[in-house]
């Protein structure tokens, strides 16, 4: 199968190649996915887990993306709750081969049905962003009705669905980013944009909870902005710094087959809509990868859009 693959940490984007890979194994409990449309996270070519499993072994050359919508074509020995056949979307573990690829293998507790009436490129692009920006609200920071939450990177992949989900929950929104990125995230709800490149943080005030995206320097500014009590939560870095009277938070995300589903019926009901915002094919990756930073939402592969069989 085609895929795209990455061999030696030091080349960076520019050593994401097209490759052929041997069809994945389906595990216990596994599923195999045809994927029809993948996403990627800015950074993961960081991430220790796009380079060793889960002891610690080179894995290279690894498959990375971790967001897939497709439909299933096989199920591994055990598995419930799927069917073949079943239009699916969710995480791909962060240790095992990835989503960039026609084919993944993936636990099917990963991964939630997805309607009919859902673009399999809208759907990729839910998974990590929005249990992200679910998880840190909510799980983490407990944001709830009235309360102030500052979003950074309001017009980013997470940082958008996040905006949109504290809006809805009654949250006064304050949305930070690079000053193009202003129309974007007062379009999706946020009451007020900081330019960071312009604007000087401190002009906020006090805040009940900060949704940290991008760290370091704005991190650690963004830890005085926290009112007493409140929550800092970042996705970005373990924190240096903590808020005077409150906590700080960084977490990485979790699967959740409930939440993927009640997200994705929020998108069904218009409640919730993912920044698409560049489609890519599968042979693009590595210029898709270098070409994310300046596109407002979540750039999507398109890998297949066709009923290919499984190859022999
Ligand atoms: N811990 C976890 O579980 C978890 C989960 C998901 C993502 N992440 C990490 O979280 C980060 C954000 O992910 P994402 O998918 O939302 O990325 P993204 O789509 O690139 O969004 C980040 C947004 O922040 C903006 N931004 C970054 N640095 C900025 C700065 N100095 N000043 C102003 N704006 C700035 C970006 O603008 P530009 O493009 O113009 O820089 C972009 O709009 C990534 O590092 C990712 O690896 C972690």
């Keep these: 199968m085609r895929a795209i693959t990455v061999r030696d940490r030091a080349a960076g984007v520019g050593g994401l190649t097209l490759t052929d890979m041997p069809y994945p194994?389906?595990?216990?409990?596994?599923?195999?996915?045809?994927?029809?449309?993948?996403?990627?996270?800015?950074?993961?070519?960081?991430?220790?887990?796009?380079?060793?499993?889960?002891?610690?072994?080179?894995r290279t050359p690894s498959i990375p993306g971790h967001e897939l919508s497709g439909v299933v074509v096989e199920l591994g020995y055990g598995t419930t709750g799927l069917t073949v056949g079943q239009r699916v979307f969710g995480?791909?573990?962060?240790a095992r081969n990835g989503s960039l690829a026609e084919y993944a293998a993936v636990e099917a507790r990963n991964l939630a049905p997805l309607a009919a009436d859902i673009d399999h490129s809208v759907a990729a692009a839910l998974p990590i962003s929005g249990l992200t920006a679910w998880q840190g609200l909510f799980d983490h920071a407990h944001l709830t009705t009235g309360q102030t939450v500052l979003i950074h990177g309001a017009a980013g992949g997470v940082g958008s669905i996040a905006v949109q989900l504290a809006r809805e929950t009654g949250a006064h929104v304050?949305?930070?980013?690079?000053a193009d990125d202003r129309d974007v995230a007062l379009g999706l709800g946020a009451q007020t944009f900081l330019d960071l490149d312009a604007d000087d943080l401190r002009h906020v005030g006090e805040v009940d909870v900060v949704?940290?995206?991008?760290?370091g320097d704005i991190l650690e500014r963004s830890t005085e902005l926290v009112r007493p009590g409140g929550t800092l939560v970042t996705i970005a870095m373990p924190p240096t710094v903590q808020p005077k009277d409150?906590?700080?938070?960084?977490?990485?995300?979790?699967?959740?087959?409930a939440r993927l589903a009640d997200l994705a019926q929020r998108v069904r009901a218009g409640r919730l809509t993912p920044i698409v915002?560049?489609?890519?094919p599968l042979a693009e990756t590595a210029s898709a990868?270098?070409?994310?930073?300046?596109?407002?939402?979540?750039?999507?592969?398109q890998v297949a859009?066709?009923?290919?069989?499984r190859p022999s």
């Design 25 to 58: 194994h389906a595990a216990e409990n596994d599923v195999i996915v045809r994927v029809h449309a993948a996403g990627f996270t800015p950074g993961e070519l960081d991430w220790p887990a796009t380079w060793s499993d889960r002891a610690g072994r080179d």
């Design 91 to 94: 995480l791909t573990d962060w």
């Design 174 to 178: 304050i949305g930070t980013g690079r």
């Design 211 to 215: 949704f940290d995206v991008i760290g």
């Design 246 to 257: 409150g906590r700080a938070v960084f977490f990485v995300v979790e699967p959740d087959r």
């Design 277 to 280: 915002g560049d489609v890519r």
């Design 289 to 301: 990868f270098g070409r994310h930073r300046r596109t407002p939402g979540k750039t999507i592969i």
């Design 305 to 309: 859009d066709d009923q290919a069989a």
